[in-house]
């Protein structure tokens, strides 16, 4: 992971955060088409907040992925 900061205005910054997502009861449900399926919805929804995707992993029972945000937005909202 690289050190570059973001700037804007004023601001410099490097937020990021990792969030993992884990199936009801550990269940292996995230195969395949699925797992692709729930990838493509993150990258959506992150394209459209203006999010950046640094890394994202499955397993087969759970998805982990790595976002870098601007200061303006939360981390309760991601």
Request: charged share 30%; hydrophobic share 35%.
């Given at each position: 992971?690289?050190?570059?900061?973001n700037r804007h205005n004023r601001r410099k910054?490097?937020?990021?955060?990792?969030?993992?997502?884990?199936?009801?009861?550990?269940?292996?449900?995230?195969?395949?088409?699925?797992?692709?399926?729930?990838?493509?919805?993150?990258?959506?929804?992150?394209?459209?907040?203006?999010?950046?995707?640094?890394?994202m992993e499955t397993d087969k029972d759970h998805?982990?992925?790595?976002?870098?945000?601007?200061?303006?937005?939360?981390?309760?909202?991601?």
């Amino acid at each position: 992971m690289d050190n570059i900061y973001n700037r804007h205005n004023r601001r410099k910054y490097s937020l990021k955060v990792h969030i993992v997502l884990v199936t009801k009861y550990r269940k292996q449900l995230l195969k395949g088409s699925i797992a692709d399926d729930v990838k493509q919805k993150i990258y959506d929804i992150c394209n459209s907040n203006g999010y950046e995707i640094i890394a994202m992993e499955t397993d087969k029972d759970h998805i982990y992925f790595l976002i870098s945000y601007d200061t303006t937005d939360r981390v309760l909202i991601l």
